[in-house]
């Protein structure tokens, strides 16, 4: 099974400035295919970028994911006030799937 | 518009069981992969099962082999987890999740519902 380990466990940021979340997977990870959840306290989790590095449909641009292997980022340029929530990166390679434990970005 | 409703949730005790239910609409589950997640109180996200998009191959979490099945019925474009000898750490939210279309993974997520095993 692939482990997936996220650092941060939390973030204590600002409106307005820049959030960088790490995800390190225990195996390389084939083709990119690295996601990345945003999930609010009471609500499902939502997609924001899949194969590492593309946003879904809505998402705003001031996130992007980057990295490549085994070391993946997902950065928030400017944090809203509504970005205030859990993180997961998640694995979509290898079977089973795998999600990292989160990581809270927080005020 | 692509709506997960899920059912079917609440207490059992140990070694009971429970059926949830996953009404799927603004699309077919013929298409799609679909997958259940699970997520205890104040924990993180955890894959339990997955179904094709033909329904012939369901794999599971190790952590639920044997005592959970996942099937579908296409006329009602419904899915179903039948979940036996359920233990108090099955307690959870569960979401039913539908896979993107190519390399899109979980682009679709239901409301969730919360199972409590708990004598």
């Known amino acids: 099974e692939t482990v997936l380990t996220q650092s941060p466990g939390t973030l204590s940021l600002s409106p307005g400035e820049r959030a960088t979340l790490s995800c390190r997977t225990s195996?390389?990870?084939?083709?990119?295919?690295l996601a990345w959840y945003q999930q609010k306290p009471g609500q499902a989790p939502r997609l924001l970028i899949y194969?590492?590095?593309t946003r879904a449909t809505g998402i705003p641009d001031r996130f992007s994911g980057s990295g490549s292997g085994t070391d993946f980022t997902l950065s928030i340029s400017r944090l809203e006030p509504e970005d205030f929530a859990v993180y997961y990166c998640?694995?979509?390679?290898?079977?089973?799937?795998?999600f990292g434990q989160g990581t809270k970005v927080e005020i | 518009e692509v709506q997960l409703v899920e059912s079917g949730g609440g207490l059992v005790q140990p070694g009971g069981s429970l059926r949830l239910s996953c009404a799927a609409s603004?699309?077919?589950?013929?298409?799609?992969?679909m997958h259940w997640v699970r997520q205890a109180p104040g924990k993180g996200l955890v894959w339990v099962s997955r179904?094709?998009?033909?329904?012939?191959?369901?794999t599971y979490a190790d952590s639920v082999k044997g005592r959970f099945t996942f099937s579908r019925d296409t006329a009602k474009n419904t899915l179903y987890l039948q979940m036996n000898s359920l233990r108090v750490e099955d307690t959870a939210v569960y979401y039913c999740?539908?896979?993107?279309?190519?390399?899109?993974?979980?682009?679709?997520w239901g409301q969730g519902i919360l199972v409590t095993v708990s004598s």
């Open positions: 194969d590492a590095s």
């Open positions: 179904i094709t998009a033909d329904g012939t191959n369901v």
């Open positions: 603004g699309f077919t589950l013929n298409s799609y992969w």
């Open positions: 998640q694995q979509y390679a290898n079977s089973p799937r795998t």
């Open positions: 195996q390389t990870i084939g083709s990119d295919y």
């Open positions: 999740v539908r896979d993107g279309v190519g390399s899109i993974p979980f682009d679709a």
